[in-house]
């Protein structure tokens, strides 16, 4: 059923996410093979573990929110404005968003979620921005 809840495991630590698997499997074509596969449709359970469980936190929130913005696992960037960060700080807090707007790509092509991949990159052109 696609109200049943799906559980994945991510990670090293096997950090558990829940997620209705029809919302899931309508943005990830890669949890819909994994979940009409027989074992894992079976037991509503899919094992990640050598994925980072921060990237797949925010799929997850874009995935209920269509957004990113709103996951506390991103590195937040200082807009230019503001004086209680200096260039160097906020070089370095761009740089690493940068990279993990990069990461959230990569993964985005990995789950095949196009969605998500699209909802990435404009994140990355808005930071050049």
Request: some cysteine.
């Given at each position: ?15 558990e996410f829940f997620i209705q ?109």
């Amino acid at each position: 059923s696609f109200a049943t809840p799906l559980k994945v495991i991510v990670g090293e630590n096997q950090t558990e996410f829940f997620i209705q698997k029809g919302i899931i499997i309508n943005e990830s074509d890669f949890f819909k093979a994994a979940c009409n596969n027989h074992e894992s449709g079976k037991s509503n359970e899919v094992v990640l573990k050598e994925d980072d469980p921060k990237i797949f936190g925010i799929f997850l929130t874009w995935l209920l929110t269509k957004s990113i913005d709103n996951s506390n696992d991103m590195i937040v960037v200082p807009e230019a404005r503001k004086r209680d960060w200096s260039q160097e700080e906020r070089l370095s807090a761009a740089t690493g968003r940068y990279s993990q707007l990069l990461n959230c790509y990569f993964y985005a092509s990995f789950l095949q979620s196009t969605g998500f991949q699209n909802h990435v990159m404009d994140s990355i052109i808005a930071l050049c921005k």
